[in-house]
């Protein structure tokens, strides 16, 4: 039997009831199934199983079941499964022949340049692309453009919570539950020093602040 090529890209799905491949594409890793083919051979040692013992045959036994498989599973009927699989699924793809990979041809080749689109990328989709990245950032850019802290008082140090009440603060100059001015300061009456947010006492002499 001559090589079966195309085979570089795909996974041995086959067991002992049957042969299944899947192939992928080594540009986007989508995957294509060739269809469940069932092994002849998988059948009798089945129907021997259920004959004989089922814990005691041959893919009963832990340490050689995998062998077991392996052997039901190769020689001739499964180059055989391969080589119809690969028949199947060939249709599918292309092989570049600048880099060599097997590719997708509905999704990943490029068929004006007949080269995968990672030698040879889609225009239209690039320029689709590099589109809508541009218009991202003329957005940002734009909405950089505008102020949004109007109406906030960005000068006058404030804190997280209402000095009065100790609701969360929100935007605005005054108390959203309370009504009373945001980022007052208490003013001491012994020093006159003024203390930012609601100490009771005064970081200056330490008299109690009212």
Known sequence: MPAIPFTGNHQDLSTD?????KFFCEKCGNGYMSTFKISKLGLAASAAQVAG????????????????????VGGAAHD??????????????KQCTRCGHWVCEPVCFNRKAQLCETCAPDLQEELAAAQAVAAKDQVIAKTREIDYTQGIDVATVTGALCAKCGAKA??????GECGAPMGVRKKCAGCGAEAEGSPRFCPSCGKPLG
């Open 80 to 93: 055989a499964a391969i080589e119809e699989a690969v028949a199947e699924i060939a249709p599918l793809f």
């Open 53 to 72: 013992n089922l814990l005691g045959g041959i893919f009963g036994r832990a340490a050689s079941g995998a062998y077991e498989v392996q052997r039901a």
């Open 170 to 175: 929100q935007a605005g100059k005054f108390c």
């Open 17 to 21: 009831k049957g042969y299944q491949f």
